[in-house]
Nanobody
Framework: QVQLAESGGGLVQAGGSLRLSCGAS????????MGWFRQAPGKDREFVAS????????YYADSVKGRFTISRDNVKNMVFLQMSSLKPEDTAVYYC?????????????????WGQGTPVTVSS
């Protein structure tokens, strides 16, 4: 089993920045690619960004491309999401997820383990 715990969410004004962190524990040797997803009230969970195990490949949703950056530290078993130029439409609960496959995926169904989420609110 893998346990994931997000932190770093909060309230920020539009145009501001936040850095989300996700720490992994448990059977970390089984962690491959990792991803960030978000879910706004009344909406489905959607892909934000993902990163391969090596960190060499990253993918972003069109809505965050150029504003968000995903990175990871495999020594510390952590993944990060640097969010800049935040918009009110970025308001959501952000979840990190992991999968055993080292290749980054974009679908929630591809990820086996999930954190509890951290809320991000962007005020206009």
């Amino acid at each position: 089993q893998v346990q994931l715990a997000e932190s770093g969410g909060g309230l920020v004004q539009a145009g501001g920045s936040l850095r989300l962190s996700c720490g992994a524990s448990g059977r970390t040797s089984s962690i491959g690619a990792m991803g960030w997803f978000r879910q706004a009230p009344g909406k489905d969970r959607e892909f934000v960004a993902s990163i391969s195990w090596s960190g060499a490949s990253t993918y972003y949703a069109d809505s965050v491309k150029g504003r968000f950056t995903i990175s990871r530290d495999n020594v510390k078993n952590m993944v990060f999401l640097q969010m800049s130029s935040l918009k009110p439409e970025d308001t959501a609960v952000y979840y990190c997820a992991s999968r055993a496959n080292v290749v980054a995926g974009r679908l929630p169904s591809e990820y086996a383990y999930w954190g509890q989420g951290t809320p991000v609110t962007v005020s206009s």
